[in-house]
């Protein structure tokens, strides 16, 4: 099988975002799709805390321990960026004014749903953040994650199994095998890395794909 | 490129369909985008259902697009003012439809449209003839009513001052219902005295962010047709 | 019968607003408290439109026409002073945080209900505004207004007639002959102006009221 | 007159008691009353159910309350992150219980209880394990979780700078939940890096009305004992 490294699977999200939209990058792995967003197009990020416009890192020695992205990492706001409260902030995502957001997963589900903020096995005390305002809000929400779990088990399913963070909430998922659109016929794989074939993909998905429409 | 300024109030307002809903800023001689209404009243679109707080007084603003027979209903909380006649007129001759919304009720509904909420609870009105038909409810002894979103086709803002992703900032009490009816309509427009460039206004300043505002226009630039 | 002028009405509300107070004049009469309140209290005049800390009008030539208050009447704003929406400003009025609102009346009931925003005979089409959330939300709530109509009808009653601005809202009522408070166990007259006798007010109110408690 | 200073971060929190709700602004690093919550633990108030976004990280903030085992209850969205080894510890011992809340429904069910409105329709959650035992219902096709309003008896807030009627600008992100928070709780206590003057800020800059303000203390007017 080819896989997509972390760093080209960011590359080809970045791809998929118009000049002009209003982006909401979640924490991890989301995050990085901004380094890979071409410099001829204006994207605007949203950052959940409160701003709009959010730039790049702060040199050394100029953090503001007041102004950190959701991930809390120091951030600067480009010209133009503004600030708003947390109220403000979310009637932003739940209003469906963010054009796309992009959201790691543990599970998608053929009919969208999506399972990104806990498992049936947690050791931890659960977290859930801003995920599922972003999940029912963001009018494309584009999944980010490996196309299967490190023991090779498929994330891609009939249903999910873990907790979900919205139902029938996702447009489109990248993983390192390919690219599926979530569609009202089903999951159908729109790209795929590669000399990988749709047999190898499906091989490793539970769901049922459909096959590329000009393949 | 984020540019959302347009040349000219009519250009602004030139794709506004007969039949559309249009919510307008304002409240009494504050906050109200007089520039674009003008431009609508000429566009000619009719059959309109207009949201605003008030409805109009003289021969100007909402006044003048229910004068002009352009206004099939209006949503707003007073729409009687000292001067208000061509309201009245539409009123008595039953032109025009009205939907009195208690005011606070009036914002909270255009908000929560924007906010991507299903309705709320309110005390206001309870019991009272403005919640007749409408679904109550009393909890730890209080009584609310269940109110719901109020969204439009367009949203015409005034503001003080723009950049071009549509920033806006206003001056005093002129945000009104302004900043609430940006975010309810999918197509919001706003007039406004200055266009600065990007980075201009005070990011601290700003009331309305840009991911609200669709286009932009400036009276320094734009004339008015008569 | 001795009858208050309007303006000793207003003089007379103005003595019951305490220092440090956030206060909302209704349109109207209500407006003219302002006038009479000492100068050594510090109140702070909430504007629904969205003000806090009205000031008084403008020098001539000074007008703003986005600077107005409830009334459309031109304002400025004392040092301290701010500006927000008008969702915000309804969030204040229905949230609790005013702590008394003056409202003039068409009737008030025995029970707290008021009735001011329409007659069953109105000719003209009915207005609201802001009185509703008024109503509900002012930690007390007065009224001032003439204790009968012009045709000497009382405006006091078991029952409004007229279509309810709130249920139970009034906490004071002042009139031209006398105040009165809300009580659980009814209307209780607190102050009888000039010679006025509990009787004679009595026989021009509807609802039954309770004597002073000292007299 | 009205004069909300108080002399010093012991004495703004003095009366908060034993079993008191207080919610907590801050985002992470952002907008979080570090003096406060210093001065709320030192003064041993115990039993306190705490509504904050997080759960504070290492040993300072909330995480200091509930190192001291001064925490009951907390009510956040994201609990668990880097650094919340106090947290996560009190947890696992089953010494301090979690209501575990979606961002946006965390502050705007402190909005709504700021705004005296009883409830309100979210679709965020629906269908998930966080709408368990609540009402629902579908509109248009669309599912929502009916959520309430939450309130508490103290709100701790976190400021740039002030005024003597407890007027509040922020410095960028810092404003967070600070605004809401400051509606929701009959005592509201603002601790800021500079008190000005009446007139002093700038209104059309302030966030937070002092109306919502009880108390301000000011950093360069106060030491932190330790």
């Known amino acids: 099988m080819f896989r997509l490294s972390s760093e080209d699977m960011a590359r080809r999200v970045a791809e998929d975002i118009p000049d002009g939209s209003y982006v909401n990058l979640g924490i991890g792995m989301p995050t990085r799709v901004a380094n890979f967003v071409a410099d001829d197009k204006q994207v605007i990020y949203h950052s959940e805390n409160g701003i709009l416009g959010v730039g790049p890192a702060p040199k050394p020695g100029e953090e503001n321990t007041n102004l950190i992205n959701a991930g809390k990492q120091y951030v600067t706001l480009l010209p133009g960026g503004c600030y708003f409260d947390n109220a403000e902030s979310f009637a932003m995502m739940r209003g469906g004014h963010l054009d796309i957001a992009v959201l790691g997963a543990f599970q998608v589900a053929e ?9 049936n096995e947690d050791r931890f005390p659960p977290a859930v953040g801003g995920a599922m305002d972003l999940a029912v809000g963001a009018k494309k929400l584009f999944v980010i994650m490996r196309h299967t779990t490190r023991e090779n088990e498929p994330k891609i399913l009939q249903r999910c199994t873990f907790p979900l963070t919205g139902m029938g909430v996702v447009s489109r998922i990248f993983t390192d095998l390919s690219v599926l659109d979530v569609t009202p016929e089903g999951l159908r794989v729109i790209e795929l890395f590669g000399s990988n074939t749709f047999e190898e993909v499906q091989s490793l998905t539970e769901a049922r794909l459909l096959p590329p429409l000009n393949s | 490129m984020i540019d959302k300024r347009v040349a000219s109030l009519r250009e602004a307002v030139m794709d506004i369909p007969h039949g559309a809903s249009v919510m307008i800023g304002g409240f009494g001689s504050s ?19 207009i949201i605003s707080n008030n409805a109009g007084v003289g021969e100007e603003g909402i006044a003048s697009l229910l004068r002009d027979g352009l206004v099939r209903k209006i949503v707003c909380s007073f729409p009687r003012s000292a ?7 539409r009123f008595e001759e039953g032109a025009v439809e009205l939907e009195l919304v208690p005011q606070g009720t009036l914002s909270e509904r255009i908000r929560i449209a924007g906010a991507g909420i299903g309705g709320f609870l309110t005390p206001t009105g309870y019991g009272t003839k403005l919640a007749e038909g409408k679904e109550t409810r009393v909890i730890d002894g209080k009584g609310y009513v269940l109110e719901m979103p109020l969204n439009a086709d367009f949203a015409l803002i005034k503001a003080e001052a ?14 009104n219902f302004n900043p609430m009816m940006a975010m309810a309509a999918p197509l919001s427009i706003a007039e406004v005295k200055h266009i600065g460039q ?13 991911i609200f505002i669709d286009r932009v226009v400036s009276q320094e630039t734009i004339h008015v047709p008569t």
Not at chain 2, 200 to 206: K, N, V
């Open chain 2, 83 to 89: 001067g208000s006649i061509w309201f009245e007129k």
């Open chain 2, 31 to 49: 906050g109200i985008p007089l520039g674009l209404i003008e431009a609508l009243r000429q566009q000619r679109a009719g059959d309109l259902t």
């Open chain 1, 111 to 119: 009919n969208g749903d999506l399972a990104n903020w806990a498992t």
């Open chain 2, 162 to 175: 723009s950049d071009p992703w549509g920033n806006l900032v206003y001056d005093t009490a002129g945000r």
């Open chain 2, 198 to 210: 990007l980075g201009e206004l005070d990011p601290e300043r700003i009331v309305t962010p840009g």
